[in-house]
């Protein structure tokens, strides 16, 4: 081979070795950012400058519990428009989940148990498409690579700033959770709430654990070191959280069902 072709093939592999490193910088550099960096938790999407600004937005009060197959584009949370920053990190590209194929009793049952989850606050829980934008959505169905997740073993998917994201669009992977109506529901209940800012809570009982648990879940009203296999601060810095009490910070109490009778 030429002196001429040697040079070439060695000006080609010092190109080929270049781009391949400028293209890890990029990649470092993006992690850094932290537009979309992972947490520790598998089934959080932080996302951070975009969807905080210097009014904390006002939380969504409706949750849309959706059977049905969907599409979502990525792009920032935007659950009537089936926008999903979750999409954005995950797949980067348009995706289709295809909804509950669990029985229609199972579904009611889904239903019925997270309307008791959130009981006690001033939302309404709902399998009918709300009018208007202002609601979170959750994506009920499929499995974790339909979203492009590549954690085989996450129930469950949600966008996470810490605060309140309003618009949210959060992911249950029901078949990945064998169409149980327990781990459904409370999955539903944890990635709703981390929608609403809570973060995993160290203790069994609650929803927002990662601890095997320990009987029938609620939002506990108690103070507990956040974590999910260890304890850790706080998202934010707190030593704990009381995801009940945090809950009815956000939200507010559950209103009272007006009586019947004379307008007081
Ligand atoms: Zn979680």
Same mark, same amino acid.
């Given at each position: 081979?030429?002196?001429t072709?040697?040079?070439?093939? @060695?000006?080609?592999?010092?190109?080929?070795?270049?781009?391949? &490193?400028?293209v890890?910088?990029?990649?470092?550099?993006?992690?850094?950012?932290?537009?979309?960096?992972m947490?520790?938790?598998?089934?959080?999407?932080? *996302?951070?400058?975009?969807? $905080?600004?210097?009014?904390? /937005?006002?939380?969504?009060?409706?949750?849309? #519990?959706?059977?049905?197959?969907?599409t979502?584009?990525? @792009?920032?949370? =935007?659950?009537?428009?089936?926008?999903?920053s979750?999409?954005?990190?995950?797949?980067?590209?348009?995706?289709?989940v295809?909804?509950?194929?669990g029985?229609?009793?199972?579904?009611?049952?889904?239903?019925?148990?997270?309307?008791?989850?959130?009981?006690?606050?001033?939302?309404?829980? $709902?399998d009918?498409?709300?009018?208007?934008?202002d609601f &979170?959505?959750?994506? %009920?169905?499929?499995?974790?690579?339909?979203? !492009?997740?590549t954690?085989?073993?996450v129930?469950?998917?949600?966008?996470?700033?810490?605060g309140?994201i309003?618009?949210a669009v *959060?992911?249950?992977?029901?078949? +990945?959770?064998?169409? +149980?109506? $327990?781990?459904?529901?409370?999955?539903? @209940?944890?990635? *709703?709430?981390?929608?609403?800012?809570?973060?995993?809570?160290?203790?069994?009982?609650? %929803?927002?654990?990662?601890?095997? /648990?320990?009987?029938?879940?609620?939002?506990? =009203?108690?103070? %507990? /070191?956040?974590?999910?296999?260890?304890?850790?601060?706080?998202? @934010? !810095?707190?030593?704990?959280?009381?995801?009940?009490?945090r809950? #009815?910070?956000?939200?507010?109490p559950a209103?009272?069902? /007006?009586?019947?009778?004379?307008?007081?």
């Amino acid at each position: 081979m030429s002196r001429t072709r040697w040079w070439l093939i @060695g000006v080609i592999a010092l190109a080929t070795v270049a781009s391949g &490193v400028l293209v890890g910088l990029l990649v470092v550099k993006r992690i850094e950012s932290g537009q979309w960096q992972m947490i520790s938790s598998a089934d959080l999407v932080e *996302v951070k400058a975009r969807l $905080t600004g210097p009014v904390p /937005p006002r939380p969504s009060r409706v949750i849309y #519990l959706a059977r049905e197959p969907l599409t979502f584009t990525p @792009g920032e949370d =935007d659950a009537a428009r089936g926008q999903s920053s979750v999409v954005a990190a995950k797949a980067g590209k348009p995706v289709k989940v295809p909804g509950w194929k669990g029985t229609a009793k199972g579904w009611g049952q889904v239903v019925t148990c997270v309307e008791k989850l959130f009981a006690p606050f001033d939302v309404v829980v $709902t399998d009918q498409r709300p009018a208007g934008d202002d609601f &979170v959505l959750v994506a %009920v169905g499929g499995r974790p690579g339909d979203v !492009g997740e590549t954690n085989k073993r996450v129930g469950g998917l949600a966008p996470f700033s810490g605060g309140v994201i309003p618009r949210a669009v *959060v992911f249950v992977f029901s078949t +990945q959770l064998g169409n +149980q109506v $327990t781990p459904v529901c409370e999955t539903i @209940g944890m990635e *709703v709430a981390h929608a609403y800012g809570l973060d995993h809570g160290y203790l069994c009982k609650d %929803v927002m654990t990662y601890l095997k /648990p320990c009987g029938a879940k609620s939002f506990v =009203d108690q103070d %507990v /070191p956040c974590g999910e296999t260890k304890k850790r601060p706080c998202m @934010g !810095g707190a030593p704990t959280q009381n995801s009940y009490r945090r809950l #009815l910070e956000i939200l507010g109490p559950a209103r009272p069902v /007006p009586a019947a009778g004379p307008a007081r």
